[in-house]
Each structure stands twice: as C-alpha cells, then as structure tokens.
C-alpha cells in the first residue's frame, strides 16, 4: 500500500475462524454469547474487515480491498456470522447450491446479494438500462414459483414468463468469456425495448451470440461512442435503434433463405 500497490486479499472463510475461536474460548472458559460465540467474535472480525481501505497520495496511494467469504448453515443468511459480516461489509454476494444444480452459473442469489455502492460506480448507461432489472428478475422468480402449482397458463402470464426468461438468459455468461460493457448495454437496451420478446429461444441465442459482431463490423462509430462516453445520448440511442433494425432484417433474410433450401432437399 505504501508503495503504491493495490491489494486485494480473501478470506477464506471466516465461518472457520469463528468456529476456531469460539472452540478456543469454550476451552478457556470465557463468557459465550449468542450461539456460544464469544462476545467479542464481532469485534474480532470488525477489527480486521476495517483494515481495509485506501491511502492518501502523500502516504503512498496504495489499496487494500477485502473480500470475505462466509459459509451459510442450509442457507440461512439470517445467521449470527453471515449477518455480522453483512453489516460491515459494502454488500454481498449470496450464491445458492440449488441454482448451481440447476446449471445457472454463476449461483447468484439476485434478490438476497446486494451491493450498497454499485449504482455510484456505474456508467450512466448501465446506470439507466440495469435500474429496473433486479426487481424484473425477482418478480419472475416468485411467479416461476406459482406457476408450478398450476396446469393453465393466461396469456399474459406466458409473456411475463417469457419475458423473464429472457433476462435470465442474458444474465448467463460462457465460461472464461466475460461480457464488456458495451455488449451488456446492447443486450439489455433491446431487452429494455422489449424486442426480444417476440423471438423464440434459439433465435435470442443468436442474437446474444452474433449482436456485438454484427455492431462492430457495421456499426463501429456507436461502439467507440459507448466507449468513450458510457452514457445514452440521443446519438448512440438512434444507433442503437438503428442496429438492431438492421440486425433482424438480417436475421429475417438469412431464414427466408434457408427456408426453401430445407424444403427442396425434403
């Protein structure tokens, strides 16, 4: 840090330590508390997370950030550990073993991960585009719940499961192939314009797939404005449009064409 160095450190995990030290003080015959742990057990942790921090210019300008990690008994966040960590933490990062079995990777927990700073650290545009998805995911969560009770399906319950299919899908990324930002801005633009909703899965795949290729080649001034300006002016908005009016009727030629070619060989 005094040199100028940024450090980043986990701990891995302080469920263990506290299990240690609560072990410790049984033996030494100090006062438990709550769940047997000591008294002091918050203060312990506190006194290390608050080491975290960043250092003035003049005393080197280095960084340490810190990154906990806490085990939940059968996934009770409500624990003693979990709750104190999540009190002097700036969030966190809930992942669930029941998504990870059901292949959504990475296991984020959308509704109980939470992040007190993450909207002032991102660019306007994602700022505007992310701002309601949180609440869309989770509404399609409770309601992919209901419907498992049920046989019969209104239409318009069909289009708001759709619909959050949709952004789960875009919430999944290939492994060892992190999105950049201006690809999640197109993503999330046209899934804001509600476009996708009318495509079927396959055809959403290769939207997410081919979309920021197709941007690049034909469209290479709107990448380098998200870029450089990270926010939705009415330029880049009208490229956006524009983009992905050109993207589908490309994609509507490209199955035009196919379509005969599969018919003759039948």
């Not at 891995?12 to 047997?36: F, I, M, N, Q």
């Not at 203060?43 to 997370?49: A, G, K, P």
């Not at 069909?158 to 060892?176: C, P, S, T, Y």
Request: hydrophobic share 35%; glycine share 6%.
């Amino acid at each position: 840090m005094y040199k100028g160095k940024d450090v980043f450190i986990v701990f891995d995990d302080l469920t263990k330590h506290a299990w240690a030290y609560r072990e410790l003080s049984l033996l030494l015959r100090r006062p438990p508390g709550r769940e047997a742990y000591p008294g002091d057990i918050f203060y312990v942790h506190s006194q290390l997370m608050e080491r975290a921090g960043k250092l003035r210019k003049e005393l080197g300008g280095g960084s340490m950030t810190f990154f906990p990690i806490v085990n939940t008994l059968e996934g009770d966040i409500t624990g003693f550990i979990p709750t104190n960590l999540i009190s002097m933490t700036d969030g966190q990062i809930y992942l669930d073993s029941a998504l990870f079995d059901e292949g959504f990777k990475p296991a984020i927990d959308l509704g109980l991960s939470v992040s007190r700073i993450g909207n002032k650290v991102q660019s306007p545009a994602m700022r505007e585009l992310s701002r309601g998805l949180k609440l869309d995911y989770i509404q399609y969560q409770e309601l992919l719940k209901t419907t498992r009770l049920k046989a019969e399906f209104s239409e318009e319950m069909l289009n708001r499961l759709k619909h959050g299919e949709i952004l789960r899908d875009l919430f999944i990324q290939e492994k060892n192939s992190p999105l950049s930002e201006e690809e999640q801005i197109i993503l999330f633009y046209a899934f804001n314009k509600k476009v996708l909703d009318v495509l079927s899965r396959e055809q959403n795949e290769n939207f997410k797939r081919e979309i920021f290729a197709f941007a690049k080649e034909r469209f290479p001034e709107m990448i380098r404005e998200l870029r450089k300006r990270k926010e939705l002016t009415p330029q880049i908005t009208s490229m956006l449009d524009q983009c992905l009016i050109e993207f589908f009727r490309e994609m509507e030629k490209k199955q035009t064409t196919s379509q005969p070619a599969s018919e003759e060989t039948k």
